[in-house]
Each structure stands twice: as C-alpha cells, then as structure tokens.
C-alpha cells in the first residue's frame, strides 16, 4: 500500500509541534515509499498558540481537525481516524517520542498480512533502546499488570503512542469505542481481538519527552477504573458487532 494518513491529537503542543510536522514532511518526502500522504492533527482545545503554528504551514497534506473543547486523547484519535482516507493509518503522539522512521518497521508487519501492529516499549530486538524516568516505567509496568489481568492479555505495552493500522479494520473497530481519554489504546486493543483482527506488536525506539500530559497518581487510577469499564462494557454488549 502506498497511501498513508498520519493522525496526531494535540493538546497545548506549541512547543514542539513545529518541529514535529517539519520531521514527518521530510520523511515522506525523503522515504519516497508512499505516494500519498495526509497528516491529520486533531486539536483538543488547546490554549496555547499550537492552531497557530499547525495553520501557518502551507503544505496541503497537512489538516487541521478543531475539537473546541477538550475531550481527550481518545476522542481525538477517533475523529482522526474517522477522518482519514487512505488505506494506512499510522497514530503517532504529536511529540514523536517514538521517532516517525519506525514506520518502516510497523509496515514490514502489515506487508505480511496483520491488521494492526503496535508499537512497543517493553519488548527488544536487541537494537531498540528506550529512555523513560524511573516513575513512568513504574507506573507502565504497574498498569500493564492490570491490563492482563482486567482486560487483555497478551501484549507487553499498549501504550506506546505509535501504532499502524488499515483503516478497514480500525474504521470498524472505533464505531464501538467508548473511552475518550487515555485507556482507549486498551479499548481499541480489545475490540480488535474480539473483531478477530490480527495484531503484531514489535520494539520500537523511544525517548521520554518532556511535557507529558499524564498524571500518575490521577490519571492512573482513571486508566485502571476504565479496564473496570471495559470489561463491564463488554458483558453488556456495547462491543458486539451488529
């Protein structure tokens, strides 16, 4: 597939979402692996000046997608994706922790057939490195103990802000997300399975960047009450395919 559309939500990134755009700009323009390609930023209310910068770009690949208000990570990725017309869909967090040339690893997966593949932290190949402070591995680890036993098993990180999906598979999978805020990397995760679509998760490098917008003590809790969710969502039926 040679068409791909890139979704990054953003959320008071004025900071760095410059230099974000520029560094995936080059790299398809440099790669030359795709022939087509959108960048859709979604915009979750920011305050600071991050329409501003997204808008004084000329280039016609890059999109500005306004929430107004903010509604969470998950709300915006699902507009993206939801927005999004090429048959490649790559989410990436808008700070590129996760360097955008980890692409070429992600699309080897899906040239052999899987669905979705994932980024991951937590897994090495002996050439990835990852740079994270001593408290987000803690809380990473903590909350991955809990996915397992909650909700899903069988990955290492379903985190990881970087993850490659068709948009078939991924178009079907959010019309039945309900989380909008930063547990729905689980969700989707588990509407997936249960959809039957093949997930590959692979190493990827990853560099802590400053400025994150998770709270460990508050937002943890809120991830964890959110698997709760899930799996009561689930029982009730709100993931049945109709």
Known sequence: ????????PAYNEEKRIGNS???IVHYFSAVGRFDQFEIIV?????TDNTK????????SEIILLENGLNR???FSVKKGILHAKYPLILFTDSDLSTPIHELDNLVRFIDKGYDIVIGSRNLSDGSNTVERSLS???MSRGFNVFVSSLACRGFRDTQCGFKLFRSSAIKEVVQYQQLHRFSFDVEILFIAKKCGYNIKEVPVLWCEEKGSKV???NDGVRMV????KIRCMNITGKYTRT
């Open 42 to 46: 979604v915009d979750d209310g920011s």
């Open 225 to 228: 009450f959110d698997l709760f």
């Open 215 to 217: 709270n460990p003590i």
């Open 1 to 8: 597939m040679s068409e791909i559309s890139v979704v990054l």
């Open 52 to 59: 501003e910068i997204i808008k004084s770009y000329r280039h």
């Open 21 to 23: 755009l520029q560094k």
């Open 136 to 138: 987000r591995t803690l």
């Open 72 to 74: 969470g990570k998950g």
